[in-house]
């Protein structure tokens, strides 16, 4: 009986701690931490060229974030179509050709249909490409009044007019601040978006959207080691690859995967998994994106878990609370892009993604990068403010919040110039 009260305490304790979880925002209070070598193997040899990089230490790094972090993709799909639905050689105002291609994947006997949109630059042969998910629907990055509305559930957000989980006319434009489409299309770059709540609504309910397509006829969950909804969001990335990569009019060398905060998170892992990306631009992705899990500062991986249940495999519950048990951190993650550019970006006021977490990581994912002969974060001091750094690796802190602006996508084409031009 006295075992029973007080394991009941202790259980409301914790529920208690977990509902009232405070960030912490104190570098004096970040614990110590040993950092894992991304050049040392878990059975500790070291690596010192890229092939032995390449043979060793980046499988058993995959397969570690696949089975504990992001989780397993459950096998292929059985059939993949796509069809230009819409398309016009004079959208934007006359600057850029749109194309609506509808993609349709088949498995078990089930279907799920995503619209890619696209806009490409006219008079460009063959463009590079920015490619990234939406938060609300692909209608609510431009007023351009052909983009097709989702009809895909979709979280709620009265500041862009989204309600009863239902996107309308209401939102078409709402979010142009977000995507500098026309920047991207004058500097020479097309742009490809997809709402990501076609892949998988994001809601803690794994029965639907993709993963149901991997179910045998019993199941409702994915298994232990198997992905979450950021895994979904990342896969269904290369699967329109599929499609980008024969496009034509698109240079599939040059094919840059972009994400904002969690769909950053899917981002980097698309990047990791898929080595037809070219580039990967991380924007404001936080914890279990850039920023190191080990530091603790703001999101931390047992808060994430819990207001996110659904989004990491199972697996990564086990270090709530336990990040000293982690074998990795998210430097790795970065690393394994190398040689392949790479852009973390922060903002001053987003203090829950951990800036510094961000940069640390693009820093101590540097040596791999050196390996290659390509140049990361020279320094761990942070730069000032909107004072980027350019390398292979770069990052940037700009003023304001958690947020995309103009100011991100200024730096971001200035560096794809400077890359892949
Ligand atoms: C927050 C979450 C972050 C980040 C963010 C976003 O609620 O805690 O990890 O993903 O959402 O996606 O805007």
Same mark, same amino acid.
């Given at each position: 009986?006295?075992?029973?009260?007080?394991?009941?305490?202790?259980?409301?304790?914790?529920?208690?701690?977990?509902?009232?979880?405070?960030?912490?925002?104190?570098?004096?209070?970040?614990?110590?931490?040993?950092?894992?070598?991304?050049?040392?193997?878990?059975?500790?040899?070291?690596?010192?060229?890229?092939?032995?990089?390449?043979?060793?230490?980046?499988?058993?790094?995959?397969?570690?974030?696949?089975?504990?972090?992001?989780?397993?993709?459950?096998?292929?799909?059985?059939?993949?179509?796509?069809?230009?639905?819409?398309?016009?050689?004079?959208?934007?105002?006359?600057?850029?050709?749109?194309?609506?291609?509808?993609?349709?994947?088949?498995?078990?006997?089930?279907?799920?249909?995503?619209?890619?949109?696209?806009?490409?630059?006219?008079?460009?042969?063959?463009?590079?490409?920015?490619?990234?998910?939406?938060?609300?629907?692909?209608?609510?990055?431009?007023?351009?009044?052909?983009?097709?509305?989702?009809?895909?559930?979709?979280?709620?957000?009265?500041?862009?007019?989204?309600?009863?989980?239902?996107?309308?006319?209401?939102?078409?434009?709402?979010?142009?601040?977000?995507?500098?489409?026309?920047?991207?299309?004058?500097?020479?770059?097309?742009?490809?978006?997809?709402?990501?709540?076609?892949?998988?609504?994001?809601?803690?309910?794994?029965?639907?959207?993709?993963?149901?397509?991997?179910?045998?006829?019993?199941?409702?969950?994915?298994?232990?080691?198997?992905?979450?909804?950021?895994?979904?969001?990342?896969?269904?990335?290369?699967?329109?690859?599929?499609?980008? #990569?024969?496009?034509?009019?698109?240079?599939?060398?040059?094919?840059? &995967?972009?994400? $904002?905060? +969690?769909? @950053? *998170?899917?981002?980097?892992?698309?990047?990791?998994?898929?080595?037809?990306?070219?580039?990967?631009?991380?924007?404001?992705?936080?914890?279990?994106?850039?920023?190191?899990?080990?530091?603790?500062?703001?999101?931390?991986?047992?808060?994430?878990?819990?207001?996110?249940?659904?989004?990491?495999?199972?697996?990564?519950?086990?270090?709530?609370?336990?990040?000293?048990?982690?074998?990795?951190?998210?430097?790795?993650?970065?690393?394994?892009?190398?040689?392949?550019?790479?852009?973390?970006?922060?903002?001053?006021?987003?203090?829950?993604?951990?800036?510094?977490?961000?940069?640390?990581?693009?820093?101590?994912?540097?040596?791999?990068?050196?390996?290659?002969?390509?140049?990361?974060?020279?320094?761990? #001091?942070?730069?000032?403010?909107?004072?980027?750094?350019?390398?292979? &690796?770069?990052? $940037?802190? +700009?003023? @304001? *919040?958690?947020?995309?602006?103009?100011?991100?996508?200024?730096?971001?084409?200035?560096?794809?110039?400077?890359?892949?031009?």
């Amino acid at each position: 009986m006295k075992t029973y009260v007080l394991s009941a305490c202790l259980l409301f304790a914790i529920q208690t701690m977990n509902a009232q979880f405070v960030a912490n925002y104190d570098e004096s209070k970040v614990p110590e931490f040993d950092l894992p070598d991304p050049l040392t193997t878990f059975s500790n040899n070291i690596i010192g060229t890229s092939a032995s990089w390449a043979e060793q230490r980046r499988p058993e790094l995959i397969n570690f974030f696949e089975s504990q972090v992001f989780g397993k993709v459950p096998g292929t799909i059985d059939s993949i179509d796509f069809e230009v639905i819409e398309e016009s050689n004079s959208a934007l105002g006359g600057i850029a050709n749109r194309k609506q291609i509808k993609v349709t994947l088949r498995k078990n006997g089930k279907t799920l249909s995503y619209l890619i949109l696209l806009y490409l630059p006219i008079n460009i042969a063959k463009a590079p490409l920015f490619l990234g998910y939406n938060f609300h629907g692909n209608h609510t990055v431009s007023n351009d009044p052909d983009i097709i509305i989702s009809k895909a559930w979709s979280l709620n957000n009265e500041s862009i007019s989204i309600t009863n989980h239902t996107l309308t006319e209401k939102s078409r434009g709402m979010r142009s601040n977000r995507w500098a489409i026309n920047k991207m299309i004058e500097a020479g770059y097309g742009l490809a978006t997809i709402y990501y709540g076609e892949i998988d609504p994001d809601k803690n309910d794994l029965t639907d959207g993709l993963h149901s397509l991997f179910y045998n006829s019993h199941q409702k969950r994915p298994a232990q080691d198997e992905w979450g909804a950021i895994g979904a969001w990342a896969w269904a990335l290369s699967r329109t690859m599929d499609y980008l #990569e024969n496009n034509s009019e698109v240079d599939k060398s040059k094919i840059i &995967v972009f994400g $904002h905060s +969690r769909l @950053g *998170k899917a981002a980097l892992w698309a990047g990791v998994m898929d080595e037809r990306f070219a580039g990967v631009i991380s924007n404001d992705s936080g914890c279990g994106g850039a920023a190191l899990s080990k530091r603790r500062f703001g999101e931390t991986i047992a808060q994430i878990n819990e207001s996110f249940p659904y989004w990491f495999s199972e697996n990564f519950k086990k270090y709530n609370n336990a990040e000293e048990e982690l074998p990795v951190d998210q430097h790795e993650l970065l690393a394994l892009i190398a040689p392949r550019p790479l852009y973390v970006a922060s903002a001053k006021e987003d203090e829950w993604a951990d800036p510094k977490g961000e940069f640390l990581s693009a820093y101590y994912a540097t040596p791999v990068y050196s390996l290659f002969g390509k140049a990361g974060i020279p320094a761990i #001091e942070m730069p000032p403010v909107n004072s980027p750094i350019h390398n292979t &690796v770069a990052y $940037h802190i +700009r003023s @304001g *919040k958690h947020d995309v602006t103009e100011y991100d996508w200024e730096q971001y084409i200035k560096w794809a110039d400077e890359q892949f031009h």
